[in-house]
């Protein structure tokens, strides 16, 4: 099957241009002796590719090439299949625009290609390679900085509970991990997540209930989530808690009980936000809705989680706008090495930011996802990188610092 994989990337500084011709030819051969074809634009920084040719062989080159350390940032813009090559003639021949013309350099490139794709305006491969030679990706092109730029440095201890009521803990238990604004250098909310007594995650935990029971437990638990935040000194710090959209639907007087015990633990509701999953509410949108204004009335935020993860995505925000969402893990890992999620992102932050909905990304492992969300507007971020959940305690913080 026919492969095309299309990149850029960034030539690093320390490889001196006059190299490349050298470096191209080399790989040439490569390419040749295993049938893959494409071009090579340069622009005296970055680098655009265009691969194609056998399935496997296409993948295994371009796997080579990012393990290449003579360029970084590597994006990949296009991963698709085609039935004809488009560049079928060329082994891989570097091509430098800035030794043709401005005015004719598209067609310079696009006479280079082979059979009936030079015609077809809508082929998605040519058009990436127009974007490309028009400069037209420029601001949405992030040059983010290497990882080992970074350090990331605890300040405060990890904070548990006191052995007494660590004793007092039957059945549940929690974790809890911050959301942070790293440049800030602020928490913008620790998160509660349930656990079993052996630190089980919370679809064990929810494994011993049937039916209904799943709701209350949901519910119940939530007097610990606060009791544990308190005791552990969460002060002025906001908590979020995780609920089941049903938890809110189906528990007679959920909202009441929250409220109540939000109150005897010495907390606001307005440091309370509630975490709900996108894909469960669509299936009882009104009686969802009906509860969501009684959380609002006193004071509760809300945050979507998971966003993106389920089927409602961006539509579910033409009927009702949560204060906060959370961008799931899926769509964040590896953001800075994947063209389609950068776009997907983009259009995500673009769209809250009309809204005035502040957007959270979640599941952050790398440094490099981390800067790239930063370059591309947002601003809190929960993930290992910064802080594991800990059971039963604040975890530390690791902040990033300029080395
Ligand atoms: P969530 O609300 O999206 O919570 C984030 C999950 O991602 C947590 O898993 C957390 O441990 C994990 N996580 C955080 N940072 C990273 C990271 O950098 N990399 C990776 N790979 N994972 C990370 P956990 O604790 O297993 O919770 C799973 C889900 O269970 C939660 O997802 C939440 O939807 C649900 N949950 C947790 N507590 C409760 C609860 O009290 N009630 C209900 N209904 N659901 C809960
Ligand atoms: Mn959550
Ligand atoms: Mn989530």
Known sequence: MLT??????????NVPIKTLEDMVAKANNKNQSSDVTGILLFDGRHFFQLLEG???????????????????????LMHDFAPTRRFGNLGMELFDLR???KATVLQAVLDKGTSRYQLTYDDRALQFLRTFVIARDKENYFEIPAANTWEFIAD????????????????????FQPIIDPFARRV???EALIRTPNGGSPSEYFSDFGGEAIYHADIQSKKLAFQLASALGIGDHSLSINLLPMSLVTVPNAVEFLLAEIEANGLVPEQVIVEVTENEIISKADEFAAEVRKLKAAGISLALDDFGAGFAGLSLLSKFQPDKIKIDREIISNVHKSGPKQAILHAIIKCCS?????VIAEGVEQAEEWMWLEAAGVSQFQGYLFAHPQLNGLPAIAWPEIK
């Open 4 to 13: 095309t994989i299309i990149y850029r990337s960034h030539l690093h500084d």
């Open 54 to 76: 056998p399935r496997e062989a296409v993948q295994n080159i371009y796997d080579r090439i990012c393990a290449d350390a003579r360029h970084h940032n590597l994006v990949e």
């Open 99 to 101: 030794e043709h013309d």
């Open 156 to 175: 405060e201890p990890a904070r548990t509970l006191q052995d007494d009521i660590m004793a007092s803990l039957q059945d549940c238990h929690f974790a």
């Open 188 to 190: 913008a909310s620790y």
């Open 354 to 358: 009309s809204l005035e909905i502040a």
